[in-house]
């Protein structure tokens, strides 16, 4: 025999809503360590950025599709861990290279202002052919007050050396990065 429990709302038993339902089959999770936040989503918001070869350069992705909690200070490209969001998060970093003679381009997470996990992709020949896309993904251990910034270093045989970005907020975005905290890890 099956039962059947009906709730508009799901508390804990110091009175606190866990979950909530409209009755219309609608469910809101209120608890923050059910959700996947704080989260942000940031992109490189001019056509492009330049930089000089070998030499780290922070990306200044200062345009924002989402930014959950406020954590993610778009003057400055950081995500700091705000306070009661200590945890692991997923990371991602893409970038597309602004020149088809790309050698090698390297992509970083920094970590409190040292780099903490990187990515790199080499052109064998740098004959003109593409434009290197690279994608770096990390899940990591955050505590609060831990802040995240996206760096890339880059080096070529000629022409510029630097990011592709989005020329405006509905283009394309070629060099973006995103975060989320992770449920029940």
């Not at 089959?25 to 059910?34: E, I, K, L």
């Not at 992705?61 to 909690?69: P, S």
């Not at 903490?116 to 004959?127: F, H, I």
Request: aromatic share 10%.
């Amino acid at each position: 025999m099956a039962s059947i429990i009906k709730a508009n709302q799901l508390q804990d038993f110091g009175g606190n809503s866990i979950l909530t339902s409209d009755g219309a089959g609608v469910v809101t999770v209120n608890s923050a360590q059910m959700k996947n936040t704080p989260a942000f989503s940031s992109y490189l918001n001019v056509a492009s950025q330049q930089f000089a070869e070998n030499t780290w350069t922070k990306l200044e992705m200062y345009g924002e599709d989402y930014d959950t909690d406020s954590a993610y200070d778009t003057s400055n490209a950081k995500f700091t861990i705000p306070t009661g969001a200590a945890g692991k998060y997923n990371f991602n970093i893409q970038v597309r290279s602004i020149n088809n003679h790309t050698i090698r381009i390297i992509i970083a997470l920094y970590k409190n202002g040292s780099a903490y996990v990187q990515e790199e992709v080499r052109v064998a020949d740098g004959s003109g052919t593409s434009f290197p896309s690279l994608n770096l993904s990390s899940s990591l251990d955050c505590a609060v007050g831990d802040y995240f910034e996206a760096y890339a270093y880059h080096t070529n045989t000629g022409g510029d050396n630097g990011v592709k970005g989005a020329s405006s907020s509905t283009a394309t975005r070629e060099t973006w990065w995103s975060a989320n905290r992770i449920i029940g890890a």
